[in-house]
């Protein structure tokens, strides 16, 4: 299991592996046709109102990350289409925000870790 996390504007490269939008709205200046996106998985995007709540304020991204996991264990069908993505191959995370380290990605993917850990047999790497 690989998971990365990259902001959409980067260009792709092969290691990249399936390239999943996880950003509830398309994001700004990036044409669909140039974007390479995989799939857009807007359900395991944070609600508007935590989004909006948190502002990428980096103050508040602890409190953030942890109202976002809450957010995540009630998204059990999006959680295991993102989470079947992410068994048999590498996968990055592409979201907007300018702010590598202080992210909703970064949040979903030591979720997604931490996923596969915890069921029998999973392993969790990268």
Not at 7 to 29: F, M, N, Q, S
Not at 51 to 60: E, L, S, V, Y
Not at 98 to 109: K, Q, S, T, Y
Request: charged share 35%.
């Amino acid at each position: 299991m690989s998971i990365r996390t990259k902001r959409i504007y980067d260009p792709a490269a092969d290691e990249d592996g399936t390239r999943v939008l996880v950003d509830r709205l398309w994001p700004r200046g990036v044409r669909k046709a140039d974007a390479a996106v995989d799939r857009w998985l807007r359900d395991v995007a944070p609600s508007s109102e935590l989004r909006r709540w948190f502002g990428h304020d980096p103050a508040r991204f602890a409190e953030f990350a942890e109202l976002y996991r809450a957010e995540l264990d009630q998204k059990s069908t999006a959680m295991q289409e993102l989470a079947d993505l992410v068994s048999g191959s590498a996968v990055t995370l592409l979201y907007a925000a300018r702010d590598p380290a202080c992210n909703h990605a970064r949040v979903l993917a030591d979720y997604l870790r931490e996923m596969r850990i915890a069921e029998p047999g999973g392993e969790g790497s990268d």
